[in-house]
């Protein structure tokens, strides 16, 4: 799990998920907090109940290059972003699409803004069970030549205005679509050696 503060809201947050040690059981969360004017120290602690989940099958995984990581808080952001995959070029994914990893694109090697009102960046991971569809792999096939760059903001595609129009900027070279299939091929023809339980069901195929 994850704390970052952020300057810009002047609040801390929490978040990602936890290790699978952790899994279906009942831990307490201790916050404590220092004013740093008067030096007065407050705690407080939060029981949570850790649910395990199998990871998602696919997923998609992007640079929005217009927002820093602590904008995809905003329920309404992330709706808008879900949205634009199950209502448009994921509609297979309706029903478990979710964001499976988030974090600042500085932390990937991202250059910090010259500016501090430009954005930092975030990569983003969406993950789903559902196949991919048509229109996403004849995306994926779109943006296949640019793999081999480091950034491409200059990039448009044919999906480029749906994404504009509901606010989020893409770095295309970032764009990839990833399956648990993709990965065994991947780890096969490499002869990295997978033992039958590994093979039937991979483990631990996204961070986050």
Not at 43 to 69: F, S, Y
Not at 153 to 163: A, S
Request: glycine share 4%; hydrophobic share 40%.
């Amino acid at each position: 799990m994850n704390f970052q503060f952020s300057k810009e809201r002047q609040f801390g947050y929490l978040y990602g998920s936890a290790t699978e040690k952790y899994a279906n059981r009942k831990i307490d969360i201790e916050i404590v907090g220092l004013n740093k004017q008067n030096y007065e120290t407050r705690r407080i602690v939060i029981p949570i109940e850790i649910i395990a989940k199998a990871p998602p099958i696919n997923r998609v995984e992007m640079n929005i290059t217009n927002l820093n990581w602590v904008h995809l808080t905003d329920l309404g952001r992330v709706r808008n972003l879900k949205g634009i995959f199950t209502d448009e070029l994921w509609q297979e994914s309706a029903d478990d699409l979710s964001i499976i990893f988030m974090e600042s694109a500085i932390k990937f090697g991202a250059r910090l803004p010259l500016k501090p009102q430009n954005r930092e960046g975030v990569i983003v991971h969406l993950g789903s069970n559902a196949n991919f569809s048509k229109r996403l792999m004849e995306l994926n096939e779109e943006i296949k030549p640019l793999s081999k760059l480091t950034t491409c903001t200059f990039k448009k595609t044919k999906v480029q205005q749906i994404f504009q129009n509901a606010g989020f900027s893409i770095d295309w070279c970032a764009f990839k679509i990833i399956s648990a299939d993709d990965v065994i091929s991947t780890m096969t023809t490499t002869n990295v050696p997978m033992n039958e339980e590994e093979t039937s069901t991979p483990k631990n195929l996204w961070v986050g």
